[in-house]
């Protein structure tokens, strides 16, 4: 998968920067061996600064929404994160945040 992006990014046939056009790089990206939904959204949030990409698959956001009293199933996540918009990118990373998951912390 990786080498697969690589040799698209080195070929030129696909191009990841602020500039991209974000469904067109999406429909690329998802055409690619590998790639699903979470991992295009991810790309579109750390990558190309897409204020919106939203990851509602991703488990540590249903964990964080969950104990935050949040719907945590896709579906209903996805529809309560609709009055987000255009900013749901930052709600991934604050319900991230508050996850107690070990990376969520410094070291000692």
Do not use: C, K
Not at 16 to 45: H, K, N, Q
Not at 75 to 99: E, G, K, N
């Amino acid at each position: 998968t990786l080498t697969t992006l690589v040799r698209r990014l080195a070929d030129g046939d696909l191009r990841l920067g602020a500039d991209s056009d974000w469904p067109e790089t999406r429909a690329a990206l998802l055409a690619l061996p590998g790639f699903g939904p979470w991992t295009a959204d991810v790309i579109a949030m750390r990558a190309l600064g897409d204020p919106d990409a939203f990851l509602p698959t991703d488990l540590g956001v249903r964990r964080a929404a969950q104990a935050l009293g949040l719907p945590s199933t896709p579906s209903a996540l996805t529809t309560r994160a609709a009055a987000w918009r255009p900013w749901r990118a930052y709600a991934v990373q604050y319900l991230w945040a508050t996850d107690s998951h070990p990376i969520n912390v410094l070291p000692a």
